[in-house]
């Protein structure tokens, strides 16, 4: 059965910092190194977002509100761990969301998520 834990939420004041885990233990090394990685968010309310996203080939690519994003957030994988991170640091009360870990076989698209993690930034 296939199996994404995700762990590192938290309540954190505004400028905080966190870093998030996505680990993936059901897969080979092998079949991890295939996928695309990537963590969305949903914050109450409102669609699940592209928060950033890390190609198995390094291709790194932030979601629509990149702007607010990039140079806060950094999306990093390692491989023989089969683990995905994503380090949050000058958090803002509008990240408040669930995070969720997704995995996408580059060679056949099949989609994988996790369950979340809650992050809850207070001002």
């Known amino acids: 059965q296939v199996q994404l834990v995700e762990s590192g939420g938290g309540l954190v004041r505004a400028g905080g910092h966190l870093t998030l885990s996505c680990a993936a233990a059901s897969f080979t090394i092998h079949a991890f190194t295939r996928f695309d990685v990537a963590w969305y968010r949903q914050a109450p309310g409102k669609q699940r977002e592209l928060v950033a996203s890390?190609?198995?080939?390094?291709?790194?690519?932030?979601?629509l509100d990149g702007d607010s994003l990039r140079g806060r957030f950094s999306i990093s994988r390692n491989d023989p761990w089969k683990k995905v991170f994503l380090d949050m640091s000058g958090l803002k009360p509008e990240d408040t969301a669930v995070y969720h870990c997704?995995?996408?076989?580059?060679?056949?698209?099949?989609?994988?998520w996790g369950q979340g993690t809650q992050v809850t930034v207070s001002s």
């Open positions: 997704n995995l996408r076989d580059s060679t056949s698209s099949d989609d994988y």
């Open positions: 890390l190609s198995h080939g390094g291709v790194v690519a932030y979601g």
